[in-house]
């Protein structure tokens, strides 16, 4: 189609398009899928909730990974549930929601845990569930007081991670799980790009599964299950590149213009970080009985 061409009035022969695909096929791969150029399907026929955009696809992206931890956790209705860093509350209120256990959920952003226990009034169990301000590393609650213990992502902020398997033990009642989700790190970054991760995302050097492993062991737990889910981050990395640059008005009003200008240079060094240097881990503990 040329621009001279009024809409609606160019037919395409079988020559245009042969043409088309010859020339643009590599643009194609690049910007939807070098697997097949045809519609994915991203949501299942019927859903209630499909996604039309890039950030409903990574919020139902979100709801599978808790999921899979419910199922991985096999939670009880019965049982009492703690998530360490339980941020907005989403998880611990999934779990509430679909195993009938109860929940409780501990946080140092005051803001998160606020988000959270509203979340959980909206979602029909502000009854099972509790949410308050909490350090992992020094826990309020007495010994052996839950039947299972959550941290998603929080040990790679904790400045003593030792101290954050050993306050998990010691809450835990013997025989129950603890299901562990931590970043590791991959080959040699750059000194910008790590000083960009942990600087953007406050954490601590990243670890390696093997340390991980030591710190549980240490603490007490055994091991039941370890996957590695790196296959993950790198997508992450790039959602959150294309997230940023598309929703870019919306972060100037909410942050304003000078402090995002101070991200701009920072967000290619993340994205490139979670593409190629950061890993992820799941462990799955145990207390013994």
């Not at 007081?145 to 902020?157: G, I, T």
């Not at 998990?168 to 000194?191: E, I, K, N, Y």
């Not at 991760?197 to 370890?226: D, R, S």
Request: one cysteine or more; glycine letters at 6%; proline letters at 4%.
């Amino acid at each position: 189609m040329t621009t001279t061409d009024a809409v609606g009035e160019y037919t395409p022969n079988p020559q245009d398009v042969g043409i088309a695909y010859d020339q643009f096929a590599d643009l194609h791969s690049l910007i939807a899928s070098d697997v097949s150029l045809h519609m994915s399907m991203f949501t299942l026929p019927g859903e209630r909730r499909p996604a039309t955009t890039l950030l409903e696809l990574a919020n139902l992206t979100q709801e599978k990974t808790i999921a899979y931890h419910i199922n991985t956790l096999g939670l009880k209705a019965n049982e009492h549930l703690l998530d360490i860093g339980c941020r907005s509350g989403v998880p611990a209120i999934r779990f509430a929601q679909q195993t009938g256990a109860q929940v409780t959920g501990i946080d140092v952003s005051n803001s998160q845990i606020a988000k959270a226990v509203e979340l959980a009034k909206e979602g029909g169990v502000a009854d099972r569930t509790a949410f308050s301000y909490g350090d992992a590393m020094a826990m309020e609650f007495a010994d052996e007081s839950f039947d299972a213990a959550l941290s998603l992502e929080v040990f790679c902020h904790l400045s003593d991670r030792q101290k954050g398997y050993d306050e998990a033990f010691r809450v835990l009642r013997p025989g129950s799980q603890f299901l562990v989700s931590d970043f590791v790190l991959r080959g040699t970054p750059s000194a910008e790009q790590m000083s960009a991760y942990q600087q953007t995302w406050h954490t601590v050097y990243p670890t390696t599964p093997a340390k991980i492993m030591e710190l549980a062991a240490n603490a007490g737990f055994e091991l039941t299950k370890v996957e590695d889910m790196t296959q993950n981050v790198a997508f992450i990395g790039e959602l959150m590149g294309h997230l940023y640059a598309r929703n870019k008005d919306q972060i100037v009003e909410a942050y304003g213009a000078e402090l995002v200008a101070g991200f701009d240079p920072v967000m290619p060094l993340i994205r490139d970080f979670f593409h190629d240097h950061l890993g992820s881990y799941l462990f799955l503990l145990r207390k013994p009985r």
